[in-house]
């Protein structure tokens, strides 16, 4: 179980490093975003998913991603999350 979720979340990391720029928002988002889009599909928002939405930088978005993908299995919710962390 425990590899499944490491590889879950590893495969979730790479895939963030090929999903282009250019797909991550408008410059309006942050780590607000992140979190009410999480709160949006149901999940509990406490500190570690909230300091997880904080890494709002592009170079720091695989940090996002793979904080999220520890608490999250849904890799779609944690890519979308991340990609409205991004920005100021």
């Not at 149901?42 to 170079?59: D, E």
């Not at 991603?65 to 849904?74: D, E, M, T």
Request: proline share 3%; with cysteine; hydrophobic share 45%.
């Amino acid at each position: 179980m425990k590899v499944r979720r490491f590889l879950a979340a590893l495969s979730v990391v790479a895939a963030a490093g090929v999903i282009p720029v250019a797909t991550a928002g408008t410059a309006h988002a942050g780590p607000f975003d992140c979190v009410e889009y999480l709160k949006s599909k149901g999940y509990v928002v406490g500190p570690k998913v909230t300091k997880a939405c904080s890494y709002n930088r592009v170079a720091n978005n695989w940090q996002c991603v793979g904080q999220l993908s520890l608490l999250i299995s849904n890799a779609g919710h944690v890519s979308a999350a991340c990609n409205k962390a991004l920005g100021d």
